[in-house]
């Protein structure tokens, strides 16, 4: 059974309360760089695995996509997507990432944000991302950082005063499941190391075009806490192509 905390009631209402859920793109901290490796939309058929309440699909239709498919396991998150996003050209599916069979060359551009860290192979996602793709096709997306997974608690150590002191990075070359505290709930996450994220995707056949590390977006900056994000990376951003 894959773990869906977002139909959780209470875990869902405290989801809808972060400044992502309620401002879309422009409230989440890696938009800034995350757009720029966005591909050109325009006339492309998009998918977009594990796609929440949608915004990244909007964002697909808004800039030209004939058409965008959006899956999700948590049916609460795609009633919001429905919802806020909806349009004629999006379709929201309700299935775990890991279930998705699509025809080959079904699409034009895939992205992914903040999802496949709860996978736990990133090689059968390369795959099938790659047999869905067009030649040519990108492949987007992020994930949370290897050092930010590595350890497992997901907690800074704090000093008597309890103020963060430093960021704990350990077990890196252990891949594998991690118990994580995320908005007052445990979850379950798959660690994996960079190396892991990279040859992945040259073993599925796709040309790497860039990878960033994204600091928070200097308007941010006064939000409480969130100058401890540029003490060590919490997200990893990758853009590919088919070969």
Not at 98 to 116: G, N, Q, R, T, W
Not at 145 to 169: D, K, M
């Amino acid at each position: 059974m894959k773990e869906n905390k977002y139909d959780c009631e209470r875990f869902f209402k405290k989801y809808s309360q972060m400044p992502r859920s309620q401002k879309g793109l422009e409230g989440a901290g890696e938009w800034h760089a995350l757009e720029k490796m966005m591909p050109d939309c325009c006339g492309k058929r998009v998918l977009d695995l594990g796609c929440g309440y949608g915004w990244h699909c909007r964002y697909a239709i808004e800039h030209g996509a004939v058409s965008c498919t959006g899956i999700d396991i948590s049916e609460k998150m795609l009633h919001q997507a429905q919802k806020r996003n909806g349009s004629l050209w999006t379709n929201y599916r309700c299935m775990a990432i890991e279930d998705f069979e699509f025809e080959p060359e079904s699409f034009d551009v895939v992205i992914s944000s903040l999802a496949f860290h709860y996978l736990e192979s990133f090689d059968d996602i390369c795959e099938k991302v790659h047999r869905c793709l067009t030649p040519g096709g990108s492949f987007v997306f992020s994930v949370e950082h290897p050092v930010f997974t590595a350890q497992g608690s997901q907690e800074w150590i704090l000093n008597e005063n309890g103020r963060p002191i430093h960021w704990p990075v350990d077990k890196y070359f252990t891949e594998g499941k991690r118990r994580a505290s995320f908005l007052g709930s445990k979850v379950t996450k798959f660690h994996k190391t960079l190396t892991t994220y990279v040859n992945g995707l040259i073993r599925a056949g796709f040309t790497i075009t860039g990878l960033v590390e994204p600091r928070p977006d200097e308007a941010m900056l006064d939000i409480p806490g969130m100058k401890n994000e540029l003490r060590r990376p919490m997200m990893l951003i990758v853009s590919a192509i088919k070969k």
